[in-house]
C-alpha cells in the first residue's frame, strides 16, 4: 500500500505541474536532467571565464559564457563541510559538520536523519547516481552513497576506488579523472529518458593535491602543452586543471549525443577556495582575493562557478545574486518539481533558499546574509550581510592570511577565443546557438574579473587587519580583496553583525568530530580504508 500511495502522490504532483493537454510522459520529459559537477580545490583565478588566461579551460568557459557567470557565489572553507552543505542545504553549524574534514578512520558521518539532495529529486521521479568522491561517512554501509538515494557510485570513500561499495581493484594505476568521466559518460549513455529524468553528481578528485611523493599527479604530455607557464609546479597543477576541463566537454558532448543537452541543467562549482604557493602542497591561485582554502577569506570562500540551462531567460550574463552552496538544494528541487515540491522543503528548516525564479528571470536575490562558517573549536567565523563582512579568529596563527598570485595574464590579449569555439562544449553551444559572439565574451569576462587597485599595496596600519587580536569589517562590494578593515569607521555596522553572528551560534550544535578509532587502520583490512563499524571481530554485521 505504501508503494501505491507514493505513486499517487508522484502522479499527482506531475499533473499539477504540467499543462492538462499534456500527457503523463510529455509532461515527465519536461523534467530537466541536473549535472552537477564539483571541482576540489579549484582556485578562484584558475579559470578562464573569471578573468585568467594562465590556465585554457574552454568547455567550462563556453558554458559559462552560455549562461551564466555566479559572481556574487560563496561556498564553505572546506571540503567536508562544503560538501555537507551542499547535500543538506543546512549550514555545517546545524549539522556537526563545521570542523575541519571528516578523516577516513572516524567513526562518523552525515547524520542519517538528513534528508539529502538524491533523496529529495528521487522523490520528484529522478534516477541519481555519483562519479567520485563522498567525504560524507563511510565507516558504515548506511552512511554511503547507495544507502543514501544513489543508483550508482564509481568513486571513493576512505581513499580507496569504489564500483558501488566494492573495492575495484581493477581501477588502480588508473588516473581519477578519467575514471569519473567514464562513470558519468556511461551513466548518461545508459539513462532512459522516458522513465524519468537524470541527476548526476560529478565529484572530481582533481585539482586537489595527491601523495607527497607525487601531490600534483599530472600526465607528462599534459604539462608539456603547458609549457608557457614558467613555475613547473603551478605547471603541474594547471595540467589537472585542464584534464578536467576536458572532462566537462566530454560530459557535455555525451549528454549532446543523447539528446539531452536541451533539457538539461548543468552547474559547474568549486567546494572552496583553492590552496595557493604550496598550501597543502598544491599551486592554486585565488588571485586578486585574499587568503587560500580553510580560511575565511574571500580567497577561502568565493566560489568560481557557474549555471547553465536553457531555461534561463536572461542570459549571458553575470548574476549578481547572493547564493551560497546551501541554496543549492531547494534550488534544483523547485527546478526540478516547482513550487508544489519546494513546499515540502519547509518542514525540514533548511538554511538554503531556492534562487531558482531570482537566476532565471534576473530578479533580486531572496538571500541577504551568508555564514561563512562557526568554528568555536578553532575560535573563527565570519558573516557576511549585504555588503558587509565580519572576520573573527584566523587559521594558522594567521599565517596564510595574505593574497598569493599569481595573477595568470588577466591581458584579454592573453585569452585564446579560439579554444572557446573549438573545444566540445563550445561546439555543442554553438549548435544550440547559445555561445555569444566574442565581444560578448570580453563584455562577459570583463564584468567577472575581481580587480583591486591596491591589491600589491600593503594596507596602511590604520585599516590592516589582524583577526587574531580584533574583529575585522569590509565592505566587499568595494573592498573584494578585503584590504581595509572598516570596525572603527563603522561601529554601529559592526555590532549588527556581531549580534547576527551571536544569533547564528546560539542555534549551532556541537562539532560531531571524533578520535580516529583503530579499527579503521587500513593494515587490518587488506590495506584499504573500509567500513569498519559494520565489523566485530572479523565478521560482518549485515
Known sequence: MKQAFTLMQHLHLHLLLCPISFALVACQSTQPNIIFILADDLGFNDVGFRGSAQIPTPNIDALAYSGLILNRYYVNPICTPSRSALMTGKYPIHTGMQHTVLYAAEPRGLPLDLKILPQYLNELGYTSHIAGKWHLGHWKRVYTPLYRGFSSHHGYWGLDMRNGTEIAYDLHGQYTTDVITQHSLQVIANHKPAKGPLFLYVAHAAVHSGNPYNPLPASDDAVRRLDKIQHYKRRKYAALVTAMDESVGKIVEQLRKSRMLENSIIVFSTDNGGPAEGFNSNFASNYPLRGVKNTLWEGGVRGAALLWSPQLTKRPRTAEQLMHMVDWLPTLVEAAG????????????????SLWQALVRNEASPRNSILHNIDDIWGSAALSVGVWKLVQGSHYNGSWDGWYGPAGLRNPHDYNWQLVTKCAAGQAMQQLKMLPQQADIIRLRKAATVSCKEAKVKPSPDIACNPLKEICLFNVLDDPCEQRNLAKQHPKVLALLLN??????ATAIPPANKPDDPRGDP???????TNFGDYSEGKYYK
Not at 338 to 353: F, M, P, Q, T, Y
Not at 500 to 505: D, M, S, V
Not at 523 to 529: S, Y
Open 338 to 353: 516547482g513550487k508544489v515540491a519546494l513546499s515540502k522543503l519547509e518542514a525540514a528548516k533548511l538554511d538554503g533558499v
Open 500 to 505: 547576527e553572528l551571536q544569533l547564528f551560534n
Open 523 to 529: 593494515r587490518l583490512w587488506n590495506h584499504t580504508w
